[in-house]
């Protein structure tokens, strides 16, 4: 007999809804578009322009949260061979919360994303043991091994957006999501958090698999 695999570094599971309202998801855009912002804020790059003694702009430098947190981790792994659990929790948190937002958009649940509570979103990525689990120079390369996940991942959420547009009508004049649109909709998101732990959180080494389970 073999001997089950473990599971991934990096789940995701949401609980499948049984009904769903269908005034909330004919005006889901429009309801979501506080907590998207909030959540830009958090995540998005700033920028500023370098500009010569001529006034024309030289070069445009950004920054932001997700960029300098992937550095600094990389970084410190590389260097330190550690991995701070105090920002690996604020990771998993932000992680947890990008999770629920997209959820909402995506008309998989009802409940506006909390910025807190779990509800129907269920993510979990274990904190890494770097010394024994971790390679220190790998950091430096992961995001250019996964580049045939970003391939696969930019297809999948073209179909997850053509999913979505679906989903939505079947809700209008249901009330219900699909169940196989939903289970693909949750690969896609389970997938690109395995890409996501692996490449830019650095929470593994182990190379995910091309699964949508």
Do not use: C
């Not at 024309?56 to 260097?79: K, P, W």
């Not at 991995?83 to 629920?100: G, K, M, Q, V």
């Amino acid at each position: 007999m073999t001997a089950p695999s473990m599971p991934y570094p990096a789940r995701l599971n949401i609980d499948y809804p049984e009904k769903l309202d269908r005034l909330s998801t004919f005006f889901r855009l429009i309801w979501a578009m506080p907590i998207v912002i909030a959540l830009t804020l958090l995540t998005a790059a700033g920028g500023e322009t370098v500009v010569a003694e001529t006034g024309e702009g030289i070069r445009t430098t950004g920054g932001g949260i997700l960029s300098g947190l992937f550095v600094a981790t990389m970084l410190m792994i590389v260097f330190r061979l550690r991995y701070p659990r105090w920002w690996f929790d604020f990771a998993r948190e932000l992680t947890r919360f990008s999770a629920r937002v997209g959820a909402f958009l995506f008309l998989l649940t009802d409940r506006y994303p909390s910025t807190v509570e779990e509800q129907s979103v269920h993510l979990e990525i274990d904190y890494p043991d770097v010394e024994r689990g971790l390679n220190r120079w790998l950091p430096l390369v992961k995001w250019l091994l996964a580049i045939p996940h970003y391939i696969v991942l930019v297809l999948l959420m073209v179909g997850a957006v053509v999913v979505g547009l679906v989903a939505w009508l079947a809700i209008l004049f249901t009330g219900r999501y699909p169940r196989p649109l939903f289970d693909y909709l949750v690969g896609v998101g389970r997938w690109a958090l395995r890409v996501n732990a692996y490449a830019f959180l650095l929470v593994t080494d182990r190379y995910p698999p091309f699964s949508l389970r």
